[in-house]
């Protein structure tokens, strides 16, 4: 399967609660969107691992995307590994994207910041001729991703550039709330967590206004990026008048 966007998140719910918006509206745009998660978030406090892959299912399909893949690494031990390095080299061989979409690599969850690395290493290494995968026995082509954006997970960056989620802010909350185990629920007697506190989605609705209103809409989504960022037209910029 190939796709125009691979996104790559540690957790079942992580690209929901930091870019899901941006994902629904590439959906939207026509874009052929593929998600990743690297865990099926066993070692999450709530739930179990059943659980949170038929509420991963559920999300992907409210957002529209083409498929969800699991890579089955072990949650709290994605390690930067060679092994794990050629999974995701693979995987992005067989996407063959245009662009990676990956958490921010400055995270307080060890899976998040060594999501950051592995995807970033897999993406350089995916366009080496001679590292050589294979699919299904086949042996694959490389590629690479023309570039990578990484999405803000609980730390704050200065973004490169805010996505305007306002048409897809509803797509986004109701695909979070697929994740129906990880939040507040009264009668879900488990511990509680950040999560499943009862403020925090409105927080999740709280950040996206706060990036929104950097550019005059009603809602946003932040991302930095590695590279510079190229315009066709400086009209087409969001930019609030001083």
């Given amino acids: 399967m190939e796709a125009d966007v691979l996104a790559i998140g540690a957790h079942p719910d992580d690209l929901e609660l930091g870019c899901g918006g941006t994902l629904a509206k590439l959906v939207r745009q026509g874009y052929n969107v593929v998600l990743c998660d690297l865990t099926q978030g066993e070692l999450g406090t709530r739930g179990t691992k059943e659980i949170r892959m038929k509420e991963a299912s559920k999300a992907a399909e409210i957002l529209g995307v083409a498929h969800r893949y699991n890579l089955m690494l072990p949650d709290g031990n994605v390690e930067v590994s060679k092994k794990n390095i050629e999974k995701l080299v693979t995987l992005i061989r067989e996407v063959r994207p245009s662009l990676l979409i990956i958490p921010y690599g400055v995270e307080r969850h060890p899976d998040h ?68 185990s990880q939040f507040y629920n009264p009668q879900n007697k488990e511990p509680e967590t950040k999560l499943s506190r009862p403020d925090f989605l409105e927080i999740i609705e709280t950040r996206c206004r706060y990036y929104g209103a950097k550019i005059g809409v009603k809602y946003g989504e932040p991302f930095i990026s590695p590279f510079s960022l190229g315009v066709e037209n400086l009209f087409d910029l969001k930019i609030i008048p001083g």
């Fill in 113 to 180: 910041v060594h999501t950051n690395q592995l995807s970033k290493e897999a993406w350089y290494y995916s366009g080496l001729a001679k590292l050589l995968t294979k699919h299904n026995g086949k042996e694959q082509k490389r590629h690479r991703p023309h570039h990578y954006f990484e999405f803000l997970q609980w730390y704050e960056f200065e973004p490169s550039f805010i996505v305007d989620i306002t048409d897809t802010f509803e797509i986004k909350m109701e695909a979070v709330r697929s994740y129906a």
